[in-house]
């Protein structure tokens, strides 16, 4: 308990200090994205984080308005047409991801975590087997172990063996791991690598691919424990 006092309160100064510093990114990046592309400089998207409660995360916009209904979905492959030019330089430098400080200012979030996932992109939460359900017993977060080994070069499924890798290290070293996951992140983002993700079969389109691997995350996330586990 008292690890996650202190985990909320780290959470808490460090968020407000983030912001603070970063005032002239909060004014330059919206200008910068109004003047591409038309639309809202801010994206906003239902996820989920700790026990399933469902919230709203934001994003600077990286993509044309209403990405998620084209191509790909979810899903960003290298050369996505739905990125702007603006889009991919957030992307690669993870700018496009600091407007979470502030869900993590009002608790929605942590700095460190598993990553919150969109409400519908496991399947029913309700149903979940206990791997993957076990990823929501603490706050998503803006980072985790999974980004640190892997980003989005890995499979959803060896991202939930971190995520609840994760949880077990925060269990015995508290607010430590985070503040060595955060170091680790910033040295990853540095490398701008492992943005894109990778289609089962590259011969597929965009949504093709995107509709095969949304099928197999939700199959593994819904698979009983027995079956998982062989027990």
Same mark, same amino acid.
């Given at each position: 308990?008292?690890?996650?006092?202190?985990?909320?309160?780290?959470?808490?100064?460090?968020?407000?200090?983030?912001?603070v510093?970063?005032?002239?990114?909060?004014?330059?990046?919206?200008?910068?994205?109004?003047?591409?592309?038309?639309?809202?400089?801010?994206?906003?998207?239902?996820?989920?984080?700790?026990?399933?409660r469902?919230?709203?995360?934001?994003?600077?916009?990286?993509?044309?308005?209403?990405?998620?209904?084209?191509?790909?979905?979810?899903?960003?492959?290298?050369?996505?047409?739905?990125?702007?030019?603006?889009?991919?330089?957030?992307?690669?430098?993870?700018?496009?991801?600091?407007?979470?400080?502030?869900?993590?200012?009002?608790?929605d &979030?942590?700095?460190?975590?598993?990553?919150?996932?969109?409400?519908?992109?496991?399947?029913?939460?309700?149903?979940? $087997?206990?791997?993957?359900?076990?990823?929501?017993? &603490?706050?998503?977060?803006?980072?985790?172990?999974?980004?640190?080994?892997?980003? $989005?070069?890995?499979?959803?499924?060896?991202?939930?063996?971190?995520? $609840?890798?994760?949880?077990?290290?925060?269990?015995?070293?508290?607010?430590?791991?985070?503040?060595?996951?955060?170091?680790?992140?910033?040295?990853?983002?540095?490398?701008?690598?492992?943005?894109?993700?990778?289609?089962?079969?590259?011969?597929?389109?965009?949504?093709?691919?995107?509709?095969?691997?949304?099928?197999?995350?939700?199959?593994?996330?819904?698979?009983?424990?027995?079956?998982?586990?062989?027990?």
């Amino acid at each position: 308990m008292i690890n996650k006092v202190i985990k909320r309160i780290f959470d808490i100064i460090s968020s407000f200090l983030a912001i603070v510093l970063l005032i002239p990114l909060w004014i330059i990046i919206p200008i910068v994205i109004k003047k591409e592309s038309k639309g809202p400089v801010f994206f906003k998207q239902g996820r989920l984080t700790k026990e399933g409660r469902v919230f709203k995360m934001l994003k600077f916009r990286s993509m044309v308005v209403n990405a998620e209904g084209m191509g790909a979905g979810l899903f960003n492959y290298e050369n996505d047409p739905r990125v702007t030019k603006v889009g991919l330089f957030l992307r690669k430098s993870s700018i496009d991801e600091l407007p979470q400080l502030f869900n993590i200012f009002i608790g929605d &979030m942590s700095l460190v975590g598993p990553r919150p996932c969109v409400i519908y992109e496991l399947g029913d939460y309700s149903t979940l $087997n206990s791997r993957y359900k076990k990823r929501f017993s &603490m706050k998503a977060g803006l980072t985790g172990l999974a980004q640190v080994k892997g980003r $989005n070069d890995i499979s959803w499924d060896e991202k939930v063996t971190y995520d $609840n890798q994760y949880i077990d290290f925060f269990e015995k070293y508290g607010v430590l791991i985070d503040v060595k996951l955060l170091l680790d992140s910033v040295l990853k983002v540095f490398k701008r690598d492992e943005i894109f993700e990778h289609k089962v079969d590259s011969s597929l389109s965009d949504s093709e691919a995107a509709e095969i691997a949304t099928d197999e995350i939700i199959r593994l996330a819904h698979l009983p424990d027995e079956k998982k586990w062989g027990l």
